[in-house]
């Protein structure tokens, strides 16, 4: 069940009105049902499995809690994180190896098993205490709005909300309307009309000639931007039609002007949680090795960030890339600020935002690519200067799909540029109704005119 | 041994690890007043500052430290 379907709009109207016409009280066994009637939907197996994981770390958190001495705490936080990440590679393994199709990968599995090692850590580090009440954190494993792809949450933002639920109040409901909204123009009015056309060059790169690889690299990073973030804004915006604020997980990650600064912009939930839980315990055990150790613990973080996407060498590769680009700008810090003096403040941030964008378009090869030899061939063949005609620059796309997209993509820039410099959604609140409601209706026919309607997918779903 | 005098030899230890001559630090100086310093280079900045002191912090404390006031308190007490 997509978000953009018909089922679904079913789906969260009945959840909707069922969640406000009970009482305070059954509020969250509402969301739970909801819940697992979302997640079996897809398939009972999904469910079945989620439950395992959620109950298996509920029980596990209070045996560590109630652990009497330091050994039998760190004995059994291990066992239990390890015991988790076992069942995450076998679910994540078990279809590829086996070539089988009885083993299906988990829908949300590697979000809600980081956000189960995100919460024993916390209790294990004593910064949360072991949850008591079942329902509340089955929710916070199983919240519908963020079960398939995210936002990651820490149990120290999302369960105290569980716990004291608040109805949504008006204007958070407007907000979280709006926010849906953003999130369609981005999927359905930019990412799905430019998709088909960038992976008929990604799956079949062979066929390309070089001014299409390139394009298609190059647009490669909105597509998966526009499809993600989308996303995420549809279940920000749902989650806070039900009064629950989650995480963000972008922040103009294309206004990066380095590789370390993407990465606090692009996935941000996956990001700080690989921070937090794997880069900074790795940096901090091996800091006496100095640079060394540093490096060490970037490269191990990055590779296990590719290695969460996905099976295979091309995750790896692609996480290697990040972590060595990363490595290379700890090394370079003096010669950056020397150019930066040389240049000037403007140009510098000019050419360092575009270096960001084609490093991480160029990376993005091998999160795309299926095979290693692939993503290699198509990286031999860029080319400005291998071309058929000169539609290959538009990927064969019509006039139509170039203007409406490109549309799409200067208003979402200059969207999340006047985003930051103050809440445009909350500004627009303010204005006349006359203005509002010209712009509500304006979003609503851009999305039935211009909106491709029946990709149901979004890429993140696969993770 | 005063705040003062520690927060002197930190500026020493961040202008050697940084390599930028011009940092000052404050109590309540944190990673967003300090250009280059990030969770890239904390731990460099930790472990020079373990050496100099020849105290050891826990994983805990070191993410707990909020500012630079947090790390020239643990200090403190460290030595005594």
Same mark, same amino acid.
């Given at each position: 069940? +997509?978000?953009?379907?018909?089922?679904?709009?079913?789906?969260?109207?009945?959840?909707?009105?069922?969640?406000?016409?009970?009482?305070?009280?059954?509020?969250?066994?509402?969301?739970?049902?909801?819940?697992?009637?979302? &997640?079996?939907?897809?398939? #009972?197996? $999904?469910?079945?499995?989620?439950?395992?994981?959620?109950?298996?770390?509920?029980?596990?958190?209070?045996?560590?809690?109630?652990?009497?001495?330091?050994?039998?705490?760190?004995?059994?936080?291990?066992?239990?994180?390890?015991?988790?990440?076992?069942?995450? @590679?076998?679910?994540?393994? =078990?279809?590829?190896?086996?070539?089988?199709?009885?083993?299906?990968?988990?829908?949300? @599995?590697?979000?809600?098993?980081?956000?189960?090692?995100?919460?024993?850590?916390?209790?294990?580090?004593?910064?949360?205490?072991?949850?008591? *009440?079942?329902?509340?954190?089955?929710?916070?494993?199983? $919240?519908?709005?963020? $079960?398939?792809?995210?936002?990651?949450?820490?149990?120290?933002?999302?369960?105290?909300?569980?716990?004291?639920?608040?109805?949504?109040?008006?204007?958070?409901?407007?907000?979280?309307?709006?926010?849906?909204?953003?999130? !369609?123009?981005?999927?359905?009015?930019?990412?799905?009309?430019?998709?088909?056309?960038? +992976?008929?060059?990604?799956?079949?790169?062979?066929?390309?000639?070089?001014?299409?690889?390139?394009?298609?690299?190059?647009?490669?990073?909105?597509?998966?931007? =526009?499809?993600?973030?989308?996303?995420?804004?549809?279940?920000?915006?749902?989650?806070?039609?039900?009064?629950?604020?989650?995480?963000?997980?972008?922040?103009?990650?294309?206004?990066?002007?380095?590789?370390?600064?993407?990465?606090?912009?692009?996935?941000?939930?996956? *990001?700080?949680?690989?921070?937090?839980?794997?880069?900074?315990? #790795? *940096?901090?055990?091996?800091?006496?090795?100095?640079?060394? /150790?540093?490096?060490?613990?970037?490269?191990?973080?990055?590779?296990?960030?590719?290695?969460?996407?996905? +099976?295979?060498?091309?995750?790896?590769?692609? /996480?290697?890339?990040?972590?060595?680009? @990363?490595?290379?700008?700890?090394?370079?810090?003096?010669?950056?600020?020397?150019?930066?003096?040389?240049?000037?403040?403007? !140009?510098?941030?000019?050419? +360092?935002?575009?270096?960001?964008?084609? &490093?991480?378009?160029?990376?993005?090869?091998?999160?795309?690519?299926?095979?290693?030899?692939?993503?290699?061939?198509?990286?031999?063949?860029?080319?400005?200067?291998?071309?058929?005609?000169?539609?290959?620059?538009?990927?064969?796309?019509?006039?139509?799909?170039?203007?409406?997209?490109?549309?799409?993509?200067?208003?979402? #820039?200059?969207?999340?540029?006047?985003?930051?410099?103050?809440? !445009?959604?909350?500004?627009?609140?303010?204005?006349?109704?006359?203005?509002?409601?010209?712009?509500?209706?304006?979003?609503?026919?851009?999305?039935?005119?211009?909106?491709?309607?029946? =990709?149901?997918?979004? @890429?993140?779903?696969?993770? | 041994?005063?705040?003062?005098?520690?927060?002197?030899?930190?500026?020493?230890?961040?202008?050697?690890?940084?390599?930028?001559?011009?940092?000052?630090?404050?109590?309540?100086?944190?990673?967003?007043?300090?250009?280059?310093?990030?969770?890239?280079?904390?731990?460099?900045?930790?472990?020079?500052?373990?050496?100099?002191?020849?105290?050891?912090?826990?994983?805990?404390?070191?993410?707990?430290?909020?500012?630079?006031?947090?790390?020239?308190?643990?200090?403190?007490?460290?030595?005594?």
């Amino acid at each position: 069940m +997509s978000f953009i379907s018909l089922e679904f709009i079913f789906f969260f109207c009945i959840c909707f009105f069922a969640y406000y016409l009970v009482g305070r009280s059954y509020q969250k066994y509402v969301l739970l049902l909801s819940s697992c009637v979302f &997640i079996g939907y897809h398939q #009972l197996s $999904f469910l079945l499995v989620a439950m395992g994981v959620t109950l298996f770390s509920y029980i596990a958190a209070r045996h560590i809690e109630k652990a009497r001495n330091q050994k039998y705490f760190t004995t059994r936080y291990v066992a239990s994180v390890g015991m988790i990440v076992l069942f995450w @590679i076998m679910d994540r393994y =078990a279809g590829t190896l086996s070539g089988s199709k009885f083993f299906l990968f988990s829908l949300g @599995i590697s979000f809600y098993s980081f956000q189960a090692i995100s919460y024993l850590t916390e209790v294990y580090w004593g910064e949360e205490k072991a949850e008591r *009440s079942l329902p509340d954190y089955m929710l916070y494993m199983l $919240f519908f709005m963020k $079960f398939l792809s995210g936002p990651i949450e820490r149990p120290g933002s999302l369960l105290p909300q569980l716990k004291n639920l608040r109805p949504a109040t008006y204007e958070m409901m407007t907000y979280g309307l709006k926010l849906i909204a953003v999130g !369609l123009i981005k999927k359905i009015v930019l990412a799905d009309q430019i998709a088909p056309y960038i +992976s008929g060059i990604f799956d079949a790169p062979h066929a390309a000639s070089g001014v299409e690889l390139i394009m298609a690299c190059m647009l490669y990073p909105v597509e998966l931007y =526009a499809d993600f973030s989308g996303y995420t804004d549809m279940a920000l915006g749902g989650a806070l039609m039900f009064g629950l604020h989650l995480s963000p997980n972008f922040n103009r990650p294309f206004v990066a002007q380095s590789t370390a600064d993407l990465w606090r912009r692009w996935h941000m939930s996956l *990001s700080y949680w690989v921070r937090d839980y794997v880069y900074l315990p #790795l *940096s901090s055990a091996t800091r006496h090795w100095k640079q060394k /150790g540093l490096i060490f613990s970037l490269l191990l973080t990055f590779v296990a960030l590719g290695v969460w996407h996905g +099976s295979g060498w091309t995750f790896v590769i692609y /996480g290697l890339i990040q972590g060595l680009v @990363i490595v290379y700008e700890v090394k370079a810090r003096n010669f950056r600020d020397w150019l930066k003096r040389v240049l000037g403040h403007n !140009l510098f941030a000019t050419w +360092s935002i575009l270096c960001t964008y084609v &490093i991480f378009a160029l990376s993005l090869i091998f999160f795309r690519c299926d095979t290693i030899s692939d993503a290699f061939y198509f990286i031999r063949h860029l080319s400005f200067t291998n071309y058929t005609n000169c539609k290959d620059v538009n990927l064969g796309m019509s006039d139509h799909i170039c203007i409406v997209s490109g549309v799409a993509l200067f208003l979402v #820039l200059v969207y999340e540029f006047f985003m930051s410099r103050g809440d !445009l959604l909350k500004r627009l609140e303010r204005q006349p109704a006359v203005v509002r409601w010209s712009v509500y209706y304006l979003i609503v026919f851009t999305i039935f005119i211009y909106g491709k309607f029946g =990709a149901n997918n979004f @890429i993140y779903l696969q993770f | 041994m005063e705040t003062s005098e520690i927060i002197e030899s930190l500026n020493l230890i961040f202008r050697k690890v940084l390599k930028r001559e011009n940092i000052v630090l404050a109590e309540d100086s944190t990673a967003r007043d300090v250009p280059g310093w990030d969770s890239l280079t904390n731990m460099i900045l930790i472990s020079e500052i373990e050496k100099n002191y020849q105290i050891h912090f826990s994983f805990r404390e070191i993410v707990k430290f909020k500012h630079v006031g947090d790390l020239c308190r643990s200090i403190i007490e460290k030595q005594e």
